[in-house]
């Protein structure tokens, strides 16, 4: 590798005019990045290199497997109207058979399959309909405090520094803390950020009402097609590729990046930057260390050493504080883990039974959760197929626990110590259908994913642990992904990543135009009276 090949092509004026643009990681972040350079920046596709770690690009967004083998879903990002950035991006991508676009594609889809869950709760062998918040007055006085509190003043605290123990066994708390994926440690000012960010669905909440899906798993339907666009647009893709350093010098305008270090197969390398290429870097990651199980053995827990992006970030940070402090959420494993699960199916009657049980067809009712699991557990039962390619007789779903650490109510083992069987007993014993355990588990496929860091962009922290999308004082350097510092958006979504990518882009490009604003509809009256409502269960 080598700054050269970034040189204007002889007899191509146009190539390298703004320099060569290398992306750090190929997650959502940087392919979008790398779209709305093309798009919003004239960029050439071949003035741009994504450098990623593993064989596949899509980060966190992944699909993968087979039905004899089983597929895998790391998780799926929830997403909803107001994600302004996101539907922005995927209004200029053609979906798989450039039919109509990824955006017009998704909003139409939920037209025809809108969400409202008739479970939300599954609580003693029955559904909950709408289940009434159950908050007390004083819940909703600390709810409607916190939407109007400064974030300096909220600090370092939890979200258990704000509540009593009794707003932790209210309805409202089961279903917010598993729909977002919270715990009562996690930040009081990431809880604030979402409660203001989401104000508007608030009313519905109890049904998923608004929250909205993709046709098939979000890899197949946002990834590819974006993947496939940067590629029709000559994009270089170099996989395999770890980034281990960043060296820097001094410009005429401020610090900036002069070598990428990195690492093929062992064999290391560097990238010579000439005076205009630009870096972008997506810091962390929320699956980095990710390992699976199988239907009779547990998934491992990994640690920052299983990949190179914490490790990226810990050497590019010393000595630097503008880039952030990635301690702060790659230290404290025990409060960001959890563990998923996707389970493949070759005979119907599991999903008949949910169905039976729910009220609701899959890709109808979202999320279930079942309060009374000692590991919080929850599933979800897409619409099928859920993979392009699946077969007609192969169903798949997902599902996660947040208690990882504690033994289960029919497997008496955490479920951080289950096997893909023993994860499947419980949902079945939930389910109450334990007598029909066996039948239903004949030719199953579950395999358990645990995850050491999805939630550690929660994690408690203080000003300057995430560093701005642009450094203070760098020329050429951008950071990305869901460990930057954006103002009133929420991390653990897609349009987080999207928002810093859109960012980036523009302010390395210098171009006078900004992301699509932050939807405020906590400033909306008729918003905020329907929240009213709801917190106070006068719908119900």
């Known amino acids: 590798m080598s700054g050269s090949a970034v040189q204007p092509a002889s007899g191509d004026p146009e190539s390298g005019r703004q320099g060569h643009f290398y992306l750090v990681g190929g997650g959502i972040a940087s392919l979008a990045a790398a779209a709305f350079l093309i798009r919003d920046g004239d960029v050439l596709g071949r003035d741009i290199t994504i450098l990623e770690e593993l064989d596949r690009l899509g980060g966190s967004l992944d699909g993968a497997g087979t039905p004899a083998d089983g597929y895998v879903l790391r998780g799926g990002r929830m997403l909803e109207s107001k994600y302004l950035c996101t539907w922005d991006l995927f209004s200029s991508i053609?979906?798989?058979?450039?039919?109509?676009?990824?955006?017009?594609?998704?909003?139409?889809?939920?037209?025809?399959?809108?969400?409202?869950?008739?479970?939300?709760?599954?609580r003693d062998g029955h559904r909950v309909d709408a289940p009434a918040f159950g908050l007390s007055e004083r819940h909703i006085l600390t709810l409607e405090r916190l939407a109007i509190e400064p974030e300096a003043m909220l600090g370092h605290t939890s979200i258990a520094d704000q509540f009593d123990p009794s707003f932790f066994e209210t309805d409202f708390w089961f279903m917010w803390c598993t729909t977002f994926a919270f715990q009562p440690w996690h930040s009081a000012v990431e809880f604030k950020r979402y409660l203001v960010r989401f104000t508007h669905m608030v009313a519905g909440f109890n049904r998923l009402q608004g929250i909205m899906r993709t046709v098939y798993n979000q890899y197949d339907s946002m990834v590819r097609p974006l993947e496939k666009w940067l590629k029709d647009r000559g994009v270089d893709f170099e996989?395999?590729?770890?980034?281990?350093?960043?060296?820097?010098?001094?410009?005429?305008?401020?610090?900036?990046?002069?070598?990428i270090l990195c690492r093929r197969t062992h064999v290391h390398a560097e990238i010579l930057l000439q005076e205009t290429d630009k870096v972008i870097v997506t810091l962390g990651s929320m699956t980095e260390g990710s390992s699976l199980g199988?239907?009779?053995?547990?998934?491992?827990?990994?640690t920052r050493q299983d990949g190179g992006a914490w490790t990226l970030w810990d050497r590019i940070a010393a000595g630097r504080p503008e880039f952030g402090r990635p301690a702060a959420f790659a230290d404290h494993v025990d409060e960001s883990k959890w563990l998923s699960f996707t389970t493949t199916l070759r005979s119907p009657d599991f999903f008949r039974l949910v169905r039976d049980l729910t009220g609701n067809v899959p890709g109808e009712g979202g999320l279930i959760t079942f309060p009374q699991s000692n590991w919080?557990?929850?599933?979800?039962?897409?619409?099928?197929?859920h993979f392009i390619g699946q077969p007609e007789d192969v169903q798949v779903?997902?599902?996660?626990?947040?208690?990882?650490?504690?033994?289960?109510?029919?497997?008496?083992?955490?479920?951080a110590a289950c096997s893909g069987r023993e994860i499947m007993t419980e949902i079945i014993g939930h389910l109450g259908a334990a007598d029909r355990t066996a039948a239903l588990l004949q030719g199953a496929t579950c395999i358990p994913c645990m995850m050491p860091f999805i939630t550690s962009q929660f994690l408690r922290r203080a000003q300057g642990d995430r560093p701005q999308v642009?450094?203070?004082?760098?020329s050429n350097l951008a950071f990305t992904g869901q460990f930057c510092e954006q103002p009133d958006d929420v991390v653990f979504t897609v349009e987080y990543s999207v928002r810093s990518a859109q960012t980036a882009a523009y302010r390395l490009l210098g171009l006078d135009r900004d992301p699509p604003s932050?939807?405020?509809?906590?400033?909306?009256?008729?918003?905020?009276?329907?929240?009213f409502r709801a917190l106070h269960d006068m719908d119900a």
């Open 94 to 122: 053609p979906t798989l058979d450039e039919s109509r676009t990824v955006t017009q594609e998704i909003f139409a889809w939920n037209e025809t399959m809108k969400t409202s869950s008739k479970s939300r709760l599954f």
């Open 470 to 474: 642009i450094p203070e004082g760098w």
């Open 518 to 531: 932050v939807f405020k509809g906590e400033r909306d009256p008729h918003v905020l009276y329907r929240a």
């Open 239 to 259: 996989l395999g590729v770890e980034v281990t350093d960043l060296v820097a010098g001094e410009g005429p305008e401020g610090k900036r990046v002069e070598r």
């Open 397 to 415: 779903f997902w599902g996660y626990g947040l208690s990882v650490d504690k033994p289960g109510n029919f497997v008496a083992k955490p479920m």
């Open 376 to 385: 919080l557990a929850s599933i979800v039962l897409p619409h099928q197929p």
């Open 294 to 302: 199988g239907m009779d053995h547990a998934a491992v827990l990994g």
